[in-house]
Nanobody, 125 residues
Framework: VQLQASGGGLVQAGGSLRLSCTAS????????MGWFRQAPGKEREFVAA????????SYANAVKGRFTISKDTAKNTVYLQMNSLKTEDTAAYYC???????????????????WGQGTLVTVSS
């Protein structure tokens, strides 16, 4: 699976951005698609994930209620709608794909086998 992320940029606190991650490969039915982020000097952390089949999703507590992950199967694309952005959301955001992940491990970056390039989100005060 190859992943291409886009949509990052500079936004003021309180604003919104939508990230996109387009996947290419034979089939994604058994995959979980995730978003992770990494701020300078910090470890990569889980943001959200969604199962390609069924669409059940999971969120980090820090973004719950502000971010929404969704998918468009016709376009092989996963989105991360980010609202009410805070300065602490500033980071490089990465999309990832992992095969046959159960819910309890969807937040573990080590379980994802494919990664896209990062897209930078900067939230100014």
């Amino acid at each position: 699976v190859q992943l291409q992320a886009s949509g990052g940029g500079l936004v003021q606190a309180g604003g919104s951005l939508r990230l996109s991650c387009t996947a290419s490969g034979p089939t994604f039915n058994s995959y979980v698609m995730g978003w992770f982020r990494q701020a300078p000097g910090k470890e990569r952390e889980f943001v959200a994930a969604i199962k390609w089949m069924g669409g059940s999703s999971s969120y980090a507590n820090a973004v719950k209620g502000r971010f929404t992950i969704s998918k468009d199967t016709a376009k092989n694309t996963v989105y991360l709608q980010m609202n009410s952005l805070k300065t602490e959301d500033t980071a490089a955001y990465y999309c990832a794909a992992g095969r046959s992940l159960i819910t309890s491990v969807m937040s573990n970056p080590a379980k994802y086998s494919s990664w896209g390039q990062g897209t930078l989100v900067t939230v100014s005060s």
